[in-house]
């Protein structure tokens, strides 16, 4: 089974700065997807960006950034020019590779990682 | 742009009652899936369907079922609920191994 970790509970970052949430996984598989997802006080899940492990580059959407280390097994998410909105639960999630069979693919959550953007 | 629709946004039901949630995924996605949150937690994965039948299966009680329809509407029937069953439940939809979209969720209270 796989199984996500995000070490840091909560953090905060000054408007404007750039902030770092780290996330680290456990597969066997050699191929897999890994997403970000952004929960605000509104509870909606929002996806924020995604990366495909077979892939060496880094995905990129806007100010957000991701930083995947596919030896280490860590997929962490920086945030750039941080705003008020981006003040949310982030979750980092792992989902099966395509080959598991159409249909399964669940995606397992980290416990995520409550960020607070100060003015 | 057509999202995740789910129906009712809130709920209030007693213990041992049942509770129906419905889910309209985004047109011409062929999985749905199910997600519980409960309070301060991650999503947590039930049941999926990919092309109206069952695809995979989570940490579902077997209080609940679920199943998608023709039209891919999908609904989660809850039965004895009890008040650990109080959560978000969230409904997403995807094109195959693409990205799941979540819709807002249902909140569920028991009493």
């Known amino acids: 089974a796989q199984t996500v970790t995000q070490s840091q509970p909560e953090m905060s970052v000054q408007e404007a700065e750039t902030v770092t949430l780290s996330c680290t996984y456990d597969?066997?598989?050699?191929?897999?997807?890994l997403f970000w997802y952004k929960q605000p006080p509104s509870r909606q899940m929002i996806l924020v960006i995604r990366?495909?492990?077979?892939?060496?580059q880094n995905a990129t959407e806007n100010r957000f950034s991701v930083n995947f280390q596919k030896a280490a097994k860590s997929f962490s998410l920086k945030i750039s020019d941080s705003q008020l909105g981006d003040t949310a639960m982030y979750f980092c999630?792992?989902?099966?590779?395509?080959?598991?069979?159409?249909?399964?693919?669940?995606?397992?959550f980290g416990k995520g990682t409550k960020l607070s953007v100060i003015p | 742009a057509a999202g995740v629709i789910q129906s009712p946004r809130h709920l209030i039901k007693e213990k041992r009652e049942t509770a129906t949630l419905k889910c309209y995924p985004i047109?011409?996605?062929?999985?749905v899936y199910w997600y519980q949150q409960g309070p301060g937690q991650d999503p947590q994965f039930l049941i999926s369907?990919?092309?109206?039948?069952?695809?995979d299966k989570g940490s579902i009680p077997d209080r609940f079922s679920a199943q998608q329809f023709s039209d891919y509407h999908s609904e989660l029937n809850m039965s004895s609920l009890e008040l650990g069953d109080s959560a978000l439940y969230f409904c997403?939809?995807?094109?195959?191994?693409?990205?799941?979209?979540f819709g807002p969720g249902t909140r569920l209270t028991v009493t």
């Open positions: 997403a939809s995807s094109l195959s191994e693409h990205e799941q979209y």
């Open positions: 597969t066997s598989e050699s191929n897999y997807y």
């Open positions: 990366q495909e492990a077979y892939k060496q």
């Open positions: 999630a792992f989902m099966k590779p395509a080959y598991s069979g159409a249909g399964s693919y669940q995606l397992t």
């Open positions: 047109p011409r996605h062929d999985t």
């Open positions: 369907f990919y092309e109206k039948m069952q695809s």
